[in-house]
């Protein structure tokens, strides 16, 4: 029944990639990128790296179901829809947003997210948003256990000790020669297992894709090591804001690189990289290495976003 063969192999795709240019900012040091979005189109990044260790878990506590918690655009329910599809458990998905569920066809002809994860087989569970919040409390779980029975709960984006495992092994014996690592940051896992698997002379930079000064004490939780910092600068006006400045970076960047990066995580850390190049915060010689996680699945939805308003899409084939 199971079949965890994908989560075994799928790491070998995630190349560095050196960024070309002749801008002068950039030519006294080097900006690497880690592939992790290679991993799959549809398991990508630090959702791979997040499931793995779980997943595992699920099969050894012999769970037949897998139940996860998100948005309506949550990469983290497209990901363990499909992993869990490929890896032979049946998943839910409690959704935050009852009002999405009232007209389902209508809710995944419009939504191009939960469209992925319903034909992957998720069962998804809409829920109000005043339900949504009590989700971590005992009686929420009770109503949880008598509707599903058992199941395997994995936390809203994925982030437990497990994702922290995982996403340690981001870092191998090829990074270990650059000096910076960046990566973004939404519940703090992702980066949490960054600075777990780093090396005492490496720094680790994490830029938040959202508002919050709740990061720092959620980063903690799962490390001690004190090697990392959060730059804040460059989260936009909040998780999954965008504006026109930064669709055309991510379109410039994509023209030039051939890397698509998406608008919510890996579109703002790779602006704000090089804003920070430009600025000088980096010396000479400097070997960064920023961690592409994903994501891309969200540009679809974001897309819609822009065109209702008229404004100027990204550019996407995937
Ligand atoms: C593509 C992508 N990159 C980065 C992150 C941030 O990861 P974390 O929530 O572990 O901080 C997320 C969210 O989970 C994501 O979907």
Redesign the pocket.
């Given at each position: 029944m199971y079949d965890l063969g994908f989560l075994e192999s799928g790491f070998l795709n995630a190349p560095i990639q050196k960024l070309s240019g002749t801008n002068p900012d950039f030519l006294s040091l080097e900006l690497s990128i880690k592939r992790e979005d290679l991993i799959s189109s549809e398991v990508?990044?630090?959702?791979f790296r997040?499931l793995k260790y779980n997943l595992a878990k699920a099969k050894e506590e012999q769970h037949k179901t897998l139940l996860t918690y998100g948005g309506a655009f949550s990469?983290?329910i497209a990901a363990t829809a499909k992993a869990g599809q490929l890896c032979g458990f049946k998943t839910i998905g409690v959704i935050r947003g009852e009002e999405l569920g009232v007209d389902l066809e209508k809710t995944l002809r419009q939504n191009a997210t939960l469209r992925f994860a319903d034909k992957c087989n998720m069962q998804l569970y809409f829920v109000s948003r005043s339900h949504y919040k009590e989700k971590n409390k005992k009686s929420f779980r009770e109503i949880l256990k008598n509707k599903f029975q058992d199941f395997y709960e994995i936390p809203e984006?994925?982030?437990n000790e497990l994702?922290v495992k995982g996403?340690a092994e981001i870092l191998d014996e090829k990074t270990g020669a650059y000096d910076y690592i960046a990566?973004?940051?939404?519940?703090?896992?992702?980066?949490?297992g960054i600075i777990e698997g780093s090396l005492p002379h490496q720094k680790i930079l994490g830029f938040p894709?959202l508002k919050g000064d709740f990061l720092e004490a959620e980063i903690n939780k799962y490390t001690s090591k004190t090697n990392w910092q959060l730059i804040t600068d460059y989260h936009f006006g909040g998780y999954a804001k965008v504006n026109q400045e930064l669709v055309s970076f991510i379109n410039l960047f994509k023209k030039k690189q051939s890397i698509p990066l998406?608008p919510?995580?890996?579109g703002k850390m790779l602006y704000g990289l090089y804003e920070m190049i430009r600025n000088g915060f980096f010396s000479k010689n400097t070997r960064i290495l920023a961690v592409h996680?994903?994501?891309l699945q969200?540009i679809a939805g974001i897309n819609d976003r822009l065109k209702k308003q008229g404004s100027k899409l990204i550019d996407y084939d995937g």
């Open positions: 990508s990044g630090n959702k997040k990469n983290h984006g994925g982030t994702a996403c990566c973004p940051v939404g519940t703090g896992g992702t980066i949490a894709a998406d919510i995580y890996t996680t994903g994501g969200g």
